[in-house]
């Protein structure tokens, strides 16, 4: 799950700086005020790809996912993109625990075949 997950925060990192960029067009929005959320938000996502199988890990990225949407009152763009990645976020979520489940068995079966020796087939 860790890797999944990880791939999907850093390409949220990239997404997150190029739509500050965007946001900075904008004359009704300080340019220190767009540089602080997204240096927040890019943080946020960077520290998340450790945090990601700790407790709390996953949920934290899941409000970074509604994060990512509700920017697109200021970067209308990133309604769809912010939709785009929680689609990402859940399926890198989802299959990650099925990738981590089938590895955890695998080990066991391959742990549970060298106590057996050589003998056993």
Do not use: N
Not at 3 to 27: H, N, Q, R, Y
């Amino acid at each position: 799950m860790r890797i999944l997950c990880s791939s999907t925060l850093i390409g949220e990192f990239f997404v997150i700086g190029f739509a500050g960029l965007v946001a900075m067009k904008d004359d009704s929005l300080a340019m220190s005020t767009v540089w602080t959320v997204c240096g927040v938000a890019m943080a946020l996502s960077v520290l998340l790809c450790g945090m990601v199988t700790r407790p709390g890990g996953v949920q934290l990225g899941w409000a970074l996912q509604v994060g990512l949407i509700a920017s697109g009152f200021f970067v209308p763009v990133m309604y769809a993109l912010g939709a785009v990645f929680a689609v990402l976020w859940w399926a890198s979520v989802h299959y990650g625990r099925k990738v981590d489940d089938i590895k955890a068995r695998w080990a066991e079966s391959q742990a549970g075949q060298a106590t057996a020796g050589p003998d056993a087939a």
